[in-house]
């Protein structure tokens, strides 16, 4: 049936464009490393980003927008930042028709521009928190590029906070990083492990750098979102300074954040099959398809199609408005309009056949598992309504059994090796090295440090590669 895809186990590179391909959600564009995000796609993003944006909102967070264009000096003023951006910035040397006296740089992140309006707003300890984020598009030149997992231009939110102590700032950065670790569990069905960054992977100009890594179907490691510490770092380079309730001046602490379409490609990855596309009820744009059904067109039109418009109305009563599709294409045969909603990732078909009608049901199949359940026009959209939810859980629990049987243990870098060359998934290790012994690890390996877990950050041991005692354990793998 999964015609136009390559099978997983064949390629699963080309399988993963395949699925991009046949479900609409995307294309390339005509600047390489761009993509055109399609209707199907940018309205998955859009049930993602609102999931994102209520909790945000929650939080005590509001929406700003801040310029594309920064100047050149403001990624100077920070030396680890300018140093981690500079291979992928976008420079503007010329508009108008004529040279800038300053080259504008087209943002990779904001921590920067965001930092210089900071200085102009906050004066008083009675400024802060200052808690804003943006929904945005930023630019990192991607040598390497991938639809939705690396592309030189991208969607992204980020969130920029400004604070009086410390503690409250790491609160903070702690804070967001649950907010993550819960959508991308409950909504997403992503089951990502919080961890915080080691000293190799952490983010330009930050003290410290939290993660959530999650595993695609491949085994190899994803990180979905971070939340980062940024210390006193922005503030001393773009003058961010209060008065204290003791009227004496000190430097804001900050944070920033960010979750990017990424996310896409991130369920693409986990949950996807050689069908087609498999979305989780929750952030499907259609969740239910509704398709009469019946030889006879005309009777398909007058009779079927009107309660198959009913029964949707009443579900969406529950599920929300325009989350069902009632199939008007009569023209198509049985299977083949069975198969278009089945690749576009659609959670729940219904059919409405001849039969069906005569008994008041409708056959209800699953995306997720093909399971077939015949459903009674009563109480319809109660059933279905639960029916969503067992399949949102359901794979859930699926990634994250799929994640703890590719986890294994290493105490050696040979073992590791071995494991990683085998295997593949997460090893779990003590680790205390260095950014030079993560990059030795990284060319005998080519796994990475992907964090250390917070479950786990009361766990010390003997590290697998330098052999120190009281070492944090962390989870390394090959990585997107």
Known sequence: MARNITPKGQDYSQWYLDIIKVAELADYAPVRGCMVIRPTGYSVWEEIQQKFDMAFKETGHVNAYFPV???????????EHVEGFSPECAVVTHAGGEKLEEPLVVRPTSETVIGHMYSKWVQSWRDLPLLINQWANVMRWEKRPRLF??????????????????????????????????????????PVIPGIKSEGERFPGAEETYTTETMMSDTKALQAGTSHFLGQNFSKAFDIQFQNKDEQMEFAWTTSWGVSTRLI??????????????????????????????KDESRAEEVLLPKARELGDRIESIIGLHHVDVDRQFHMRPGDRFFYHLQKGVPLRLELGEKEFEKGTVRAVRRDTGEKLDLSWEGLETAVSELLETIQRDMLEKARAFREQNTYSASSLDELKQIVETKGGFVRAYFGGTKEDEKAIKESTGATVRCFPLEDQDKTGRCFYTGKEGCRLAILAKSY
């Open 69 to 79: 264009l920064i100047p050149n000096s403001f990624l100077e003023k920070e030396a």
């Open 149 to 190: 997992l690396r592309t030189s231009e991208f969607l992204w939110q980020e969130g920029h906070t400004a604070h009086a102590t410390k503690q409250e700032a790491i609160e903070e950065t702690e804070k967001m990083l649950e907010v993550y670790r819960r959508i991308m569990t409950e909504e997403l069905a992503l």
């Open 265 to 294: 490609g991130a369920v693409i990855m986990t949950h996807s099959d050689d069908d087609g596309l498999i979305l989780p009820p929750r952030i499907a744009p259609k969740k239910v398809a509704i398709l009469p059904i019946s």
